[in-house]
């Protein structure tokens, strides 16, 4: 019956206004809010609720929890805005809004006045009917050319396990999509785990022509070998032979970039603690962290009489040295 059209059109017009509400919540999440900090907080706060949500949120330890993924997500993205100076100014000054989105400058009225009626609330979808007299329906239709609504597209979420190595010295890598394409990425030297990357318009393609979103790469380090990262520290033990703990002299050490040679001192022992200056992680501002070698004196592989027999003849320092670990 002709009286059932519009009824139903009416509906198919709220469904779609109910989604492109939701959809422009999800764009305009306060990220201030989401991270639980006061819009002046420091950036080591913003920092440190962060790190306290993505402990808590991560997906790896909320397997299955769809609502702990979702929100791991809203977190990551509010850190990658307000977790940066630059960007965090940008929308503290209203340049671009919480999906990280240029804002388009505010329209007045007198751009619009001159437009006819019927172009103002026409369709080309055939819902110009509809909007008679509403203006909530009149503002979702007369949008863009012919009643488009054009929006930004949304964000994609990725995430991607390196090498210690690759992260700290920097490194291409590619993140394999659903649709079997793959994403270029460009790991920065001194990236760490839980990092969120973000690659402007590699997202998910924008509605009506609209802009697409971005794609948001989570970094995983996975744990090396060799080297340990603190902060921007690397931390190593270095294995060394009883004669050069004894006599000192010159060892090769491994680095994040290459081996280097390290003067060993005389009478060095298991513990003991050298730095090796500007060979730890690269930083934003070209400076580098510090390497710190923990030496482990080790005793020969196979037993060694001559070694014996010297240890026997030595009459250097006597006693118990694990007295000291007496209460």
Not at 3 to 21: K, N
Not at 140 to 157: E, H, K, T, V, W
Not at 253 to 280: A, C, E, H, I, Q
Request: aromatic share 6%.
């Amino acid at each position: 019956m002709i009286v059932g059209t519009r009824p139903c059109a009416h509906r198919v017009a709220r469904d779609a206004l109910d989604f492109v509400g939701r959809l422009e919540k999800a764009l305009s999440d306060d990220p201030y809010k989401v991270l639980g900090v006061a819009k002046d907080a420091s950036q080591e706060d913003i920092q440190k609720a962060y790190r306290a949500l993505a402990k808590k949120l991560h997906p790896d330890l909320n397997p299955g929890n769809k609502s702990s993924e979702e929100k791991f997500k809203e977190v990551s993205a509010a850190y990658d805005l307000v977790g940066d100076p630059e960007k965090r100014a940008r929308y503290d000054r209203g340049e671009i809004d919480a999906s990280g989105a240029e804002r388009p400058q505010r329209g007045f009225y007198r751009d619009h006045a001159g437009a006819a009626a019927a172009d103002r609330y026409a369709s080309s979808e055939g819902f110009a009917d509809i909007a008679g007299g509403d203006e909530l329906f009149a503002e979702l239709f007369r949008r863009g050319d012919r009643g488009n609504l054009r929006m930004r597209g949304g964000n994609a979420y990725y995430r991607l396990e390196l090498d210690l190595l690759d992260a700290v010295n920097g490194s291409k890598q590619q993140v394999t999509l659903p649709d079997g394409s793959v994403l270029d990425v460009t790991i920065p030297a001194g990236t760490r785990d839980g990092q969120i990357l973000r690659l402007r318009g590699k997202g998910l393609a924008g509605l009506n022509g609209g802009p697409p979103g971005d794609a948001l790469i989570e970094i995983g380090v996975r744990p090396h070998r060799t080297f340990t990262r603190k902060d921007d520290d690397i931390h190593v033990e270095l294995s060394l032979p009883l004669r050069e703990a004894v006599l000192g002299g010159k060892v090769n050490v491994p680095t994040p970039d290459g081996s280097v040679t390290m003067t060993v001192p005389k009478w060095s022992n298991t513990g003991s603690v050298l730095r090796l200056k500007g060979k730890g992680v690269p930083r934003r501002d070209g400076s580098r962290g510090d390497e710190y070698v923990t030496l482990k004196v080790m005793l020969p592989a196979k037993p060694d009489a001559e070694l014996e027999r010297l240890i026997t003849q030595w009459r250097g320092e006597q006693g118990d040295a694990r007295k000291s670990m007496e209460a």
